[in-house]
C-alpha cells in the first residue's frame, strides 16, 4: 500500500473514531439533551433531516471504498486526503462545540460551531469535485459521485446552511 492510500486509511480510521467517540462522550452524558441538537427543526423538516442523514452516510460509504481503488501513481491522494481531513476531524468538533454554546451561548461559539459545519460543507463539495476529475477512473464513479452529492447535500445545505437558521442564536 503507497504512503498515500496509508495516509488516507489512517484520516479514516482516527477521523471516524473521533467523530464517533464525539458522539458517544457528549451524548452519553446525561447532561447533555439530544434533543436540544434539532433546535426549532420539527415534524416533517425532521424526518427530512434523518432520511438526509442516512442518505450522506450511505453516501460516504459508496465513495469511500472507491477511492480506496484509485491508482496512487495515476491520482494524487494530497487533496483527497486534505478533504477528508477536513471533513472528518471538524465534524468531531461539532457536537462538543453545540453543548458548548447551549451552556454559554455567546457570539465566539456561535461562530465556531458555524465554522466547522462549514469547513465540513466545503470540504465536501471539494471532494465532488476531485471524484468527478479521476481519470483513468476505476468502474462506480458515477456511484461515487452519487454518493458525494448526498453526503455534501447533508454536510453544506442543511449542516451548514439551513440548521443554524434553527438553531437558537
Known amino acids: ?3 498515500e492510500k496509508f495516509a488516507f486509511v489512517l484520516i479514516n480510521v482516527l477521523g471516524g473514531i473521533a467523530v464517533l467517540g464525539s458522539y458517544l462522550l457528549w451524548l452519553s452524558n446525561p447532561m447533555h439533551d439530544a434533543g ?11 424526518m427530512a433531516y ?3 442523514m442516512l442518505a450522506a ?3 460516504y460509504f459508496a465513495f469511500t471504498p472507491w477511492i480506496l481503488r484509485l491508482d496512487p501513481t495515476q491520482t494524487s491522494f494530497t ?7 477536513l471533513i472528518l476531524f471538524p465534524s468531531a468538533m461539532w457536537m462538543p462545540l453545540t453543548f458548548e454554546y447551549l451552556a454559554v451561548p455567546d457570539a465566539w461559539r456561535w461562530w465556531a460551531m458555524r465554522g466547522v459545519l462549514m469547513v465540513v460543507g466545503l470540504a465536501s463539495l471539494a ?10 477512473a476505476p468502474s ?6 452519487a454518493g458525494a452529492v448526498f453526503f455534501t447535500l447533508q454536510t453544506l445545505a442543511f449542516d ?6 434553527y438553531f437558537p442564536q
Open 1 to 3: 500500500m503507497s504512503m
Open 36 to 46: 436540544l441538537l434539532w433546535g426549532s427543526i420539527a415534524g416533517m423538516a425532521r
Open 50 to 52: 434523518v432520511v438526509s
Open 57 to 59: 452516510a450511505a453516501g
Open 79 to 85: 487533496a483527497i486526503n486534505l478533504c477528508f481531513a
Open 127 to 136: 471532494l465532488i469535485w476531485l471524484i468527478a476529475r479521476v481519470t483513468p
Open 140 to 145: 462506480g464513479k458515477a456511484a461515487a459521485i
Open 160 to 165: 451548514a446552511l439551513i440548521w443554524p437558521r
